[in-house]
């Protein structure tokens, strides 16, 4: 079924990762998901196609999907032809994912940010509604049991180098995340201030 497919694909994903950063145990970050406990997600996004006079005043298309970056640890897109879906670069410039149907998109999510310190970052993105089409798109957000601790692997952390964020558990992540809006910066809470 296609929720166990795209579930495997996160798994594998995240253990290639795993072997990039030389972690001996591939399977630290994939067993979250595999785990009975494992909080994930599969949502369905549908977007009716908006029309040039639905702009807004400054001329820019309707936002379908407000920016944010995604909490969980990997997610797995795909969506029709339609296109819509744009990332944040470091600029603060948007740019637009080419949309294709026959490919998969992968996206760190905010708690893979904190297990490898900040290694791998979790993009801002959102959905600007398409004039035309309308778009759908699927996604598996992998998550990590509500009880699992989200910290920085203490094998990545052998040198002299410091966690960039406070303890805490995904439990305590999402309840925060559910309370504030969906674009603010909801790591920015639990990012430690380093004294340089
Ligand atoms: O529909 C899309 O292409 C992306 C939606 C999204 O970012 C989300 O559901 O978290
Ligand atoms: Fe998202």
């Known amino acids: 079924e ?18 990039g950063l030389k972690i001996q145990a591939r399977d630290v970050f ?7 406990q494992s909080d994930s997600v599969f949502r369905l996004n549908h977007y009716p196609p908006c029309p040039e ?9 309707l936002i ?14 795909r969506s029709n032809n339609t296109s819509g879906l744009q990332i944040s ?18 996206n760190v999510g905010d708690s893979l940010q904190v297990m490898t310190n900040g290694r791998f970052k979790s993009v801002r993105h959102r959905v ?15 998550g990590p ?19 960039l964020y406070k303890e805490f558990t ?11 809006r969906l674009a603010d910066n909801r790591l920015g809470l639990f990012e430690k201030i380093v004294a340089s």
């Open 64 to 77: 379908g999907f407000g920016e944010h970056t995604d909490p969980q640890i990997i997610s797995v897109l």
């Open 89 to 106: 670069l470091r600029d603060g410039n948007w740019i637009s994912v080419p949309p294709d149907q026959n490919s998969f998109f992968i």
């Open 170 to 180: 995904w439990f305590e992540y999402k309840k925060s995340a559910y309370k504030s």
């Open 30 to 36: 994939s067993k979250l998901l595999k785990d009975e």
């Open 128 to 142: 600007v509604a398409n004039t035309l089409k309308s778009r759908v798109s699927m996604i598996y957000f992998g």
């Open 145 to 163: 049991p509500l009880s699992e601790k989200i910290a920085p692997l203490p094998s990545l952390m052998e040198g002299s180098e410091d966690s």
């Open 2 to 19: 296609y929720v166990s497919a795209v579930k495997r694909m996160g798994c594998e994903v995240l253990e290639l990762l795993a072997d």
């Open 53 to 61: 006079n639905y702009q807004d005043m400054n001329g820019r298309n």
